[in-house]
């Protein structure tokens, strides 16, 4: 297939996970009674996340017989997708221009998202779309087999959990000390899966 074609697959598949996520987080809080930790509860929440969106991606890499860079432009689409929902929300309110947000008369500081600090986070999070579906891809298609899949889903839920944490534990996002840490970690998540899938590719090799 053409290059569009598995972009336009990727975001579909895209918005196929997140619908199924969406579904079975809330099947999940209204069926269980039982009380869990939060950190139980973002484990879960991240482990189900990267069943629907790696597991879908293993899915179509095997049925259409894909290709890495076709796993490139599934993961483009995706990530294109996120970043076009995000974008409204960006516009309607949170981020201001860097010079808007100093205000003299209030020493209390401004919690607001910056471009700088979105498109920060959009490149750890497009990084990280293209690396986990290239080590899914190698996985499933390439010579990386089950420890490349164990990787991926690993570190994918590791990075998704550490999001439903943080919303469990209602976490700041605009704030500094919050936020940058956060961003820290998530690059730290998306550099192992770059390396694992680069060396999986045989380019380290």
């Not at 569009?4 to 209204?30: E, N, S």
Request: include cysteine; proline fraction near 2%; aromatic fraction near 12%.
């Amino acid at each position: 297939m053409l290059f569009l074609h598995w972009v336009l697959i990727g975001g579909g598949a895209w918005f196929i996970a997140v619908a199924l996520k969406i579904t079975g987080d809330v099947l999940f809080q209204r069926n269980v009674t039982l009380e869990f930790r939060d950190w139980v509860t973002a484990v879960l929440s991240g482990l189900w996340a990267t069943v629907c969106e790696l597991g879908l991606a293993a899915t179509v890499f095997l049925i259409w017989d894909a290709t890495v860079w076709e796993a490139v432009a599934y993961a483009l689409g995706a990530a294109t997708v996120e970043f076009l929902l995000l974008l409204p929300a960006a516009f309607g309110g949170g981020i201001e221009a860097e010079h808007k947000r100093r205000r003299k008369d209030s020493k209390a500081p401004v919690q607001v998202m910056t471009w700088r600090n979105f498109a920060i986070e959009r490149v750890i999070a497009l990084v990280g779309h293209i690396a986990s579906r290239v080590l899914v891809w190698i996985g499933v298609a390439g010579s990386g087999g089950l420890a490349a899949l164990a990787a991926a889903f690993g570190l994918y839920t590791l990075s998704e959990g550490l999001a439903a944490y943080g919303e469990a534990k209602d976490w700041n996002w605009l704030n500094p000390r919050v936020m940058w840490p956060f961003l820290i970690v998530q690059t730290l998540i998306v550099a192992v899966t770059v390396w694992l899938a680069l060396r999986w590719s045989g380019i380290m090799a």
